[in-house]
């Protein structure tokens, strides 16, 4: 499939956004709130869906535990035109990156599992990178990693429901933070 200019043959059982048109949206409201950065840490990042389309006017680190979605983001990655991707299997609930291998970052975007993301929110908000735009598929977990970005000294800003699980009460989200 494409994302961007890239293209990607999905690993099996590999993570997709519920629907195109929200995936869309999704991405472009995440490439709006980090228009400014030249170097992006994408956490959680699937195959790439926010990293490859990002890549095409930043350098990108990505990260996700499935090593399959990592192989199938590196070999997207090297279409031409895109600025490099650096792409790392790692589990960010028992390895979240550090604030020192955040040093650098301009922005961090993140779009953990329902579960959340509380080891490596509680990293982020003892980190420098400027600007955080989290993605999130479950308003209670954002809310409690919310409250430890914010309790490091980040503000929360716009945060943009995204009705994309038609016919069912789920909400997914897209929240920027800034420090
Ligand atoms: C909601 S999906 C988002 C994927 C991608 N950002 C996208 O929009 O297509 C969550 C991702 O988190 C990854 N994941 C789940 N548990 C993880 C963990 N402990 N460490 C790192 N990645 C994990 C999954 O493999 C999946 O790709």
Known sequence: M????????????????????AEEALAGLVGEAVSEATSIADLFCGVGTFA?????RARVRAFDASKEAIAALARAAAAPGL??????????????LLPAELDGCDAVVLDPPRQGAEAQAKALAQSRV????????????????????ADGGYRLGRVVP???FRYS???ELVATFAR
Do not use: M
């Open 83 to 96: 600025k490099p991707v650096e792409a790392a299997a790692r589990d960010l609930f028992r390895r979240p």
């Open 162 to 164: 995204v009705d994309q």
């Open 169 to 171: 009460a789920h909400v």
């Open 52 to 56: 490859l389309r990002l890549a095409e």
């Open 2 to 21: 494409r994302i961007g200019r890239a293209r990607v043959v999905l690993p099996p059982g590999g993570f997709l956004q519920a629907t195109a048109v």
């Open 130 to 149: 400027p600007r955080i735009v989290y993605v999130s598929c479950n308003p209670a977990t954002f809310a409690r990693d919310a409250r430890l970005l």
